[in-house]
Each structure stands twice: as C-alpha cells, then as structure tokens.
C-alpha cells in the first residue's frame, strides 16, 4: 500500500552537504508527523530531526544547528538539507512517516518507513 522512497544519499567530503528527499505515495488520505532516523551498524535506529504536518520542527542535540527539515504537504514529500556534514555522520538515513491510509477514514494512524539511504562523509 503506502510507499516510502528515500534518494539524495551519497559520498560527500567532511564540510560538505546533502540533501536527503523522500516521498510518499499509495492510498494516502493525510501524513501526520514526518521524520529522518539514522541507523549505524549494530546501534539502534534513533531520531534526527521530525516535523509536523503545521510545520514545527524538532531536532536532536548532535544536529547543532547543522540540519533543516521541511516537506510539502501537496506532494507527500520531506526533505533534510544537511549541511557541514562530519564523518560521524556515516550512516543510513531513514524517512518515517505517520500516515493516516485512505482506507480507514482517519481512524488510524500508521508508522511507516523508508529503505535507507546512505549517507557516507570522508575525512
């Protein structure tokens, strides 16, 4: 049904920027809260920055003013500009979102996830 594709990963040097995209698409009556989670190898998956379908935005401590989150509401889209990207970056970014499927008329929510990108920033 609902579909998360994520593209913008890639290979940058350290002090450069990606921007990470991601779209939805499938029986979508409505996206709630959208997402970028990273996910090293043998870690847990943890929060990057989230957004909410008014716009407000929440980013996690080790962004330090580095990330902007935003989405367009129209074309089920979010996007995560990254900029003075670190090596410690390295890893797979995941889109989420919570989608309310056309299906159930608004009376549920769904979690729903991205592949992964990879992100991978040299030194």
């Known amino acids: 049904q609902v579909q998360l594709v994520e593209s913008g990963g890639g290979l940058v040097r350290a002090g450069g920027s990606l921007t990470l995209s991601c779209v939805a698409s499938?029986?979508?009556?409505?996206?709630?809260?959208m997402g970028w989670y990273r996910q090293a190898p043998g870690k847990q998956r943890e929060l990057v920055a989230s957004?909410?379908?008014?716009?407000?935005?929440h980013y996690v401590d080790f962004v330090n003013g580095r990330f902007t989150i935003s989405r367009d509401n129209a074309k089920n889209t979010v996007d995560l500009r990254m900029n003075s990207l670190k090596p410690e970056d390295t890893t797979v970014y995941y889109c989420?979102?919570?989608?309310?499927?056309?299906?159930?008329?608004?009376?549920?929510?769904?979690?729903?996830w991205g592949r992964g990108t990879q992100v991978t920033v040299s030194s």
């Open positions: 499938g029986s979508i009556y409505s996206i709630n809260a």
């Open positions: 957004i909410t379908r008014a716009g407000s935005t």
């Open positions: 989420h979102a919570e989608v309310i499927p056309s299906e159930t008329y608004g009376l549920h929510v769904v979690d729903n």
